[in-house]
């Protein structure tokens, strides 16, 4: 092998399981904890393991949680009659580094992609429309691709004649894109320029 | 040896790679399937972004290197993303059923230029008709099955030599024989669904809209035309996206 000591193989294994790093960066990462002090490893140990014991999905939402339901369903200055529909965690996150839409989210947990076998059944799109009693705006921000509108598509005809608007952001985005990479101007416009379906 | 490869495109699959680039499966005119690798196809500003997307026809201009599995993807011209699919859910989920039956049901870089038709002719019908576009999924599975060397005998019995009037499939030679050579065959085909059969191989792509069959024609040659597929093609009783045509098809 490589002469190290098989506990020091072992956290570089680990850390290059990680995305973006490699075997050189998980080695160099594992020399540093090496130096780190004793209580700075503990620290850290206490903090990963308390990420997997404390933190879940959103019963109401499903974006990531802290308890029963996140920060954003359990802040009463937001205004639930506003719900926008999302695909992933990672796009509630984008929305609100933005920092304008003061309503509340509903994460998917993906989008219908039938070439890979997901179908409306394996979204949270039931637990969606028993959400929309009380709701008055529901904002789509699937992402813009067949998949994307598609599920966008099957939405509004599930909950059609329910009393809301219905929106979709709008075309900003070009055809295809991933939200994670718009930059933010290009967001808010899309969010104020959002169309009827 | 690296050389340049340009051909007409339809867009199998698309494979996130990287969190900039994509692998691209494509079945290309010229070339048969072609999987490439797109480089910065993720990016927002890239200028292939949102193109490389099922199942949009497009010109494609890559190099080719003997003996690689995954080529380079050089430009790309956006030829028809049959737009008006994305409006419905019925008719996007045939044109995703479509894609993935010719994906499976191909499996080298071989120039099948009939077949590149058949799938192109396919979606710009499921893309502008007003008609009953079940049609056009009954007629690419159709003539899917017989440019792969698999056409249905639609007039007389493979065994017996005489007229079918009404057909059985034999589910272990994969024949369609008449009722008589196989009395205990579960999957039948009547008087009204071979004849609807034999519109379908007769009748031009573009003349579908005159074909009316009844509803419980559509529903026999619906099940005999995958049958016969999931018989004859490797693969094919794998489909992923026939759950979700079965779910929204009207
Ligand atoms: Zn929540
Ligand atoms: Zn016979």
């Known amino acids: ?197 | 040896m690296s050389a340049p490869h340009t051909s007409q495109a339809v867009v199998l699959r698309t494979i996130e790679y990287s969190d900039t680039s994509l692998i691209v499966r494509l079945f290309t005119e010229t070339y048969g399937k072609v999987t490439v690798m797109a480089r910065g196809a993720r990016r927002p500003k890239h200028a292939l972004h949102g193109v490389l997307s099922v199942p949009h026809r497009l010109a494609v201009d890559y190099r080719h290197k003997d003996g690689r599995d995954i080529q380079t993807l050089v430009g790309v011209e956006l030829a028809d993303s049959y737009a008006a699919l994305a409006g419905d859910l019925a008719r996007s989920a045939a044109a995703w059923l479509l894609v993935e039956m010719l994906d499976r049901a191909v499996q080298v870089a071989d120039p099948l230029p009939l077949l590149f038709r058949l799938i192109t002719a396919s979606l710009e019908q499921l893309n502008t008709t007003s008609g009953d576009f079940t049609t056009v999924v009954h007629f690419y599975q159709l003539h899917l099955a017989r440019q792969l060397g698999y056409a249905p005998q639609l007039e007389k019995c493979p065994r017996c030599g005489r007229q079918v009037q009404t057909a059985v499939l034999d589910h272990l030679g994969g024949d369609l024989v008449c009722v008589r050579c196989l009395p205990s065959g579960s999957l039948r085909l009547g008087r009204a669904a071979l004849s609807y059969l034999r519109d379908l191989a007769a009748t031009h792509i573009s003349e579908l809209d005159s074909l009316h069959p009844a509803s419980g024609v559509r529903r026999e040659v619906d099940q005999f035309l995958l049958k016969y597929l999931f018989i004859h093609v490797d693969g094919m009783d794998k489909l992923r996206s026939l759950k979700f045509w079965r779910q929204v098809r009207k």
């Open chain 1, 1 to 197: 092998m490589n002469g190290l000591p098989p506990s020091l193989n072992r956290i570089v294994t680990e850390l290059s399981r990680f995305p973006g790093i490699g075997k050189k960066t998980a080695q160099r990462l594992a020399f540093h904890l090496l130096d780190t002090s004793r209580e700075s490893v503990e620290e850290l140990a206490e903090a990963l393991l308390s990420l997997k014991a404390n933190v879940r999905e959103c019963r109401r939402c499903h974006h990531i949680a802290e308890g029963e339901l996140c920060a954003i369903c359990s802040d009463t200055r937001r205004d639930s009659a506003t719900i926008c529909v999302v695909e992933r965690v990672l796009d509630v996150l984008i929305f609100e580094r933005m920092g304008e839409y003061k309503g509340l989210y509903h994460v998917l947990g993906g989008v219908i992609s039938p070439l890979d076998g997901i179908t409306p059944d394996d979204l949270h799109i039931s637990d969606l429309i028993e959400r929309l009693a009380d709701v008055k705006e529901m904002i789509i921000a699937t992402h813009p691709s067949m998949e994307g509108d598609t599920t966008a598509l099957f939405i509004a005809q599930q909950v059609q004649g329910l009393p809301l608007k219905i929106t979709r952001l709008a075309r900003g985005i070009p055809m295809g894109t991933n939200l994670e990479f718009t930059n933010e101007a290009t967001l808010a416009s899309a969010f104020t320029a959002r169309v009827d379906l």
